[in-house]
């Protein structure tokens, strides 16, 4: 089954008692049993729902996975990950990742005795030298938020693979549709289903996918115990939103690109970062395990100052600042006083983040209005 048709169809069935082609929103936090233990499958809505259900099995299909789950949020899908760990556990992750997940990483976790290193997972040798005997996660971003760096995800599979060593990837920026790191090798695959898979800024959810079904029964257990599920009514927000999600993603690529091409070719813009460019660093590695290059674009003026590039925010009139990205209209924001603010300011800027970086969501409006409104905003 092709992409296209999975979104619409996959674990999808109209509802046995009605006919309604839609699922169902279940708005119940309990089952009635007809004795105890006794049940059709739904005892409590914590550990089972059916619109979570349908969900699941959905975003599983679009991932190439077996097994699916939702959570409350996407740091909520990634603390339910760092929950596989143990003390004296060690993690290499991407250095430029996104600040949510550091946070969390070291503010939290690092507490509980795992141990974190940030590494340019660009240099697959600088990857294997970061492995040790200890090392149970490699947690990768590709393309990473917000320097657009590429991790060749197969490499890193099969270094983490001799080493017997997990991998999970962080897809939110590329989607099922553009790229599938299970099979590339990957144990995991993570996304903040709040961005594009939802699609319509009206969401906050996240989601995991494995292959794996031991994986898999840690994961529920954890769900379950933890407690960080997403109601039925966002499950069936993002049903809606995923059957558009091929369109939708076309449209972001395609602006994207026009975008990314603007950009470099404008006399006041020093530097773009997007992967689709001949001259990007791992172009070759993204034209190889991405169907296409995004619509996630940052940039740098020639004015390399956080005066100008707050200046050039202030004047955009259809690109929006806010957090986020992802959704159908345009956003553009900060990463460094935003997004990356709890990522130490000398650590951002050995990832090349510096304070005057501007992030790009593009959306799917016309792309004539998009440009001239980033034209008339950078002058």
């Known amino acids: ?119 340019d997972m660009s240099d697959l040798r600088e990857v294997e030298s970061s492995i040790s005997d200890n090392t149970a996660l490699v947690w990768v971003e590709t393309p990473t938020n917000p320097m657009m760096s590429i ?29 599938n790191p299970l099979d590339l090798g990957a144990d995991i695959v993570v996304h903040s289903v709040t961005k594009y898979i939802a699609g319509h800024s009206d969401v906050v959810m996240g989601a995991i996918v494995t292959n794996s079904e031991t994986l898999d029964e840690r994961i529920a257990f954890i769900q379950n115990s933890a407690g960080a599920i997403p109601g039925p009514n966002d499950c069936f927000l993002v049903l809606r939103g995923i059957k558009t999600l091929h369109v939708r993603m076309d449209r972001h690529c395609l602006n994207g690109e026009r975008i990314a091409h603007f950009l470099k070719s404008h006399p006041l813009v020093e530097r773009v970062f997007w992967p689709g460019f001949d001259d990007h660093p791992n172009h070759q590695i993204a034209k190889k395990q ?62 090349g983040l510096t304070d005057s970086l501007i992030r790009l969501s593009i959306g799917i409006e016309d792309i004539d209005d998009l440009i001239e409104d980033l034209e008339q905003a950078i002058g």
Not at 22 to 32: A, D, E, G, H
Request: include cysteine.
């Open 290 to 351: 991405m169907k296409k290059y995004g619509g996630m674009i940052s940039f740098i003026l020639k004015d390399d100052s956080q005066e100008a590039a707050f200046d050039v925010m202030k004047k955009l009139k259809i690109f929006s600042l806010a957090e986020s990205l992802g959704g159908v209209e345009s956003l553009v924001g900060h990463p460094a006083s935003m997004t990356h603010a709890s990522i130490p300011r000398e650590q951002r800027l050995e990832s």
């Open 151 to 179: 991790v060749d995800i197969r490499g890193i599979s099969e270094i983490a693979g001799r080493h017997d060593t997990m991998v999970a990837v962080d897809n939110t920026f590329a989607t099922p549709y553009l790229q």
């Open 1 to 119: 089954m092709k992409f296209g048709t999975k979104a619409l169809h996959a674990g999808i069935i109209p509802d046995p008692s009605t006919g309604a082609i839609m699922t169902p929103i279940f708005q119940t936090s309990t089952y009635v049993q007809s004795a105890p233990g006794e049940h059709k499958g739904y005892e409590y809505a914590r550990t089972q729902n059916p619109t979570r259900d349908v969900l699941e099995k959905n975003i599983a299909a679009l991932e190439n996975g077996k097994f699916g789950r939702c959570f409350s949020s996407g740091m909520g899908a990634t603390d339910t990950i760092a929950k596989l760990l143990k003390p004296g556990d060690e993690v290499v992750c991407t250095n430029d990742l996104y600040g949510g997940t550091y946070r969390i990483f070291t503010k939290i976790y690092q507490d509980y005795g795992i141990k974190f290193s940030f590494v």
